[in-house]
């Protein structure tokens, strides 16, 4: 059924991985025009890297770039104005769109948490309806409704008791907080258990990889050719997961949501071993799929990688499907 036959969507974005593209497409699926703009007004790594250090840099810049969007849809009218994140858009320039748009049903999303995005909460109020993969931010904000992230197409795949695995392990991501101390620690763990394993480590620029190396001290004894410095396509992860048996995931340590490659882990019937504690209030959660491990004391508990998946129910398994996300979101 065509949800959104016949609306207009402007909807902007930080890119993540293709994922942006892909809830653009879905969308169109559904019968949506859709324009998609990035969020963020710079392209180059090293800009990226500095704009992650001070948003502020590139104030002027910023607001050069969403002025001249605004000026390209001026004389379109928009059923739904829907942004990503919004850590990169002034205030001023949502006020703008507010004006413009005003028959415009503001919706937000965020995939991080409210002390993760500098000067979201200054946000909140220009959006009628805030949704959130966090689960305490929700708790704590009576405007924020609780929504976590989805699985794609790409990750929908037939339960399959017989598969063999390239891989007992796998993690795919970005570098940040303690994620590669957490990384070293796993990859000792997997060769000690001759565990086979794929590790796509991901730093935004080399200009991070050497910030990191001054800054942290898990990164002491890290090389260059540790990290990867070209995105991975969501496609070609989708990939790697299947060939594996269980797939890692690091949460940051300020964040209690659960992270994308989690909820991809239910579209394609995989074990999870993760940091998140609070993976145990969701309704998927079995710990015979997922083990929660103490990211202070990282061990794997025995026997799980052997233990077979336990498949959930068909409404759970779709409640998480991009389709349905879409809707919740825009809540039509």
């Known amino acids: 059924m065509m ?14 991985f293709g994922y942006e593209e892909k ?11 859709v324009d998609f703009f990035d969020e963020r007004s710079i392209k180059s790594s090293f800009e990226r890297a500095l704009l992650k250090i001070n948003p502020q840099i590139f104030h002027k810049k910023t607001m050069a770039y969403y002025n001249q969007i605004i000026d390209k849809i001026s004389n379109i009218e928009y059923d739904f104005v829907f942004v990503i994140k919004c850590e990169m858009m002034p205030v001023e320039i949502i006020i703008q769109l507010k004006n413009k748009f005003s028959q415009a049903s503001f919706c937000l999303y ?18 009628d309806r805030v949704l959130s993969f966090d689960m305490e931010d929700t708790s704590r904000h009576p405007k924020m409704i609780f929504r976590p992230l989805f699985f794609i197409d790409d990750y929908r795949k037939t339960f399959n008791t017989q598969k063999q695995y390239d891989f007992d392990v796998s993690f795919v991501g970005t570098i940040h907080s303690d994620r590669y101390k957490m990384i070293k620690a796993i990859k000792c763990i997997a060769d000690k258990n ?13 200009f991070m990889y050497y910030f990191y190396k001054l800054t942290k001290r898990e990164f002491r004894g890290a090389k260059i050719e540790d990290f990867e410095f070209v995105k991975i396509g969501s496609s070609k992860i989708a990939e790697v997961i299947d060939k594996t048996k269980v797939v890692l995931d690091i949460q940051h340590p300020k964040q ?25 209030k969701y309704d998927f959660y079995n710990p015979d799929n ?11 508990p025995e026997g799980f990688l052997d ?8 409404a759970i398994y779709n409640k998480y499907s991009l389709e349905s996300w879409i809707i919740d979101v825009l809540g039509v």
């Open 290 to 300: 997922i083990a929660v491990i103490d990211r202070n004391d990282l061990t794997i």
């Open 110 to 127: 965020l995939y991080d948490s409210l002390d993760n995005i500098k000067g979201i909460t200054t946000k909140l109020d220009y959006f």
């Open 194 to 206: 001759q565990y086979k394993y794929f590790f796509y480590c991901y730093l935004q620029s080399r």
């Open 3 to 16: 949800k959104l036959n016949g609306k207009k969507i402007l909807f902007i974005a930080p890119a993540f």
């Open 307 to 314: 233990k077979p998946y336990s498949e959930i129910e068909d």
């Open 256 to 280: 209690t949501g659960l992270t994308m490659r989690t909820i991809e882990m239910i579209g394609m019937h995989k074990k999870l071993i993760t940091t998140n504690q609070s993976i145990k």
């Open 23 to 33: 809830i653009a497409e879905k969308m169109i699926e559904l019968g949506a025009a």
